[in-house]
């Protein structure tokens, strides 16, 4: 309700309201937060040395990559590598030949094109995502600029019609010619393999409908954390670490393919994504909801049960039955409490400031619980 009246606020303590859990995500200028990293990091002692590696060494007793051999002719030895070189993996894949599962029979996307625009209105508080004729299309609102893509299939789209597609949703001014990518959906078969952990595209790629690759990148950073390893390297936190990070991949997998195959779209290429096989994990999660509108979660699993349910509900996917546990409760109470809900709903949405006025003055700001508690005032923000 908040997203449709465009308003938020941050969680604040205000027990039994919905002010109290507030759930979101953040729009933010990916270079930006790149470059922030970067300066974090160096500030705390990071050395960084920019070149292009000409050469990798690996050991031929164990297989582990010895050193890097750079362009200006320096050598870089470590005991651990991360391999962030993008899609090539030019340690993960080129130097220790791990292999890359494709997934291109399940997600069916292997194009992208990025433009900048010019911000028309007020930023809206979400993503928005449009579908097309070959897949879809999304804009991304910042304070300073809007972030838009087409993804689709080159199979059932040309280029320069993609091209014209995208530029012709754009709600302001492009800023730039669209940029254009080419993609093999998947993971590699191992993140971490021998002293080489890959992160980011060098690890895999899943097309961003959900928006999950840094939240890919930070879940690896925190398992390499959790495993991190010295010198003999066990065998056991690798394989660990792999499982999570398998886990993980294959959880998002399965949550992009409910999207394409559950759509109830016409044309060629959504004909073709209903007739995309299923995953064994999806085809028992769709069941266990139809059955009786189960939805069950695995440990630490990204997407909550309110995802699932608003893509399988939104599909048209309705359980057969209901859970027979709710012939226990009273109906009347049930109905009483969704009342309750709703109105609570409204009022909290009703206390909440503008999405672009919480942005302009301050987003450490907080809401009152309650309309009648005056107007909303965000606190002084340091600097």
Request: hydrophobic share 40%; aromatic share 10%; with cysteine.
């Amino acid at each position: 309700m908040a997203a449709l009246r465009g308003r938020f606020a941050r969680p604040v303590h205000a027990p039994n309201t919905p002010l109290n859990k507030l759930t979101y995500a953040l729009h933010f200028d990916a270079g930006r937060f790149a470059r922030y990293l970067r300066d974090y990091a160096e500030a705390r002692g990071v050395l960084r040395t920019e070149a292009h590696v000409r050469q990798v060494a690996v050991r031929g007793a164990d297989g582990f990559v010895d050193s890097l051999t750079l362009e200006t002719g320096e050598k870089v030895g470590a005991d651990l590598f991360i391999d962030c070189s993008g899609f090539q993996g030019l340690l993960i894949e080129g130097a220790l030949h791990t292999g890359y599962e494709d997934w291109s029979r399940w997600l069916p996307c292997d194009r992208a094109l990025i433009v900048h625009s010019e911000r028309s209105a007020a930023p809206n508080p979400y993503t928005l995502v449009t579908a097309r004729d070959a897949g879809w299309q999304w804009q991304i609102p910042l304070q300073h600029r809007d972030g838009n893509g087409y993804i689709y299939s080159g199979e059932f789209s040309e280029d320069d019609a993609a091209r014209a597609l995208l530029l012709r949703h754009l709600s302001g001014r492009a800023l730039s010619e669209p940029v254009a990518l080419r993609f093999q959906p998947g993971r590699r078969r191992a993140a971490w393999n021998r002293n080489v952990v890959a992160l980011g595209l060098a690890a895999g790629f899943l097309e961003p409908l959900e928006a999950t690759s840094i939240h890919l990148i930070q879940r690896g950073i925190a398992m390499l954390l959790r495993f991190f390893p010295d010198r003999d390297f066990a065998a056991a936190d690798i394989d660990r670490y792999n499982r999570v990070l398998e886990s993980d991949f294959n959880t998002v997998r399965d949550f992009l393919l409910l999207h394409y195959s559950q759509t109830e779209r016409v044309g060629p290429f959504w004909q073709h994504c209903r007739d995309i096989p299923l995953t064994g994990s999806l085809r028992e999660k769709l069941e266990l909801f139809r059955s009786h509108g189960r939805i069950l979660r695995e440990e630490a699993e990204l997407f909550p049960v309110l995802s699932w349910l608003s893509v399988m509900v939104g599909q048209n996917i309705i359980p057969r039955r209901y859970d027979p546990l709710v012939d226990g409760l009273d109906s009347r109470r049930i109905q009483s409490r969704l009342e309750e809900l709703r109105s609570s709903v409204k009022t909290s949405v009703e206390a909440m400031p503008s999405h672009w006025d919480f942005i302009g003055k301050g987003a450490c700001g907080q809401v009152s619980p309650t309309p009648s508690a005056g107007p909303w005032h965000p606190p002084a923000v340091p600097g």
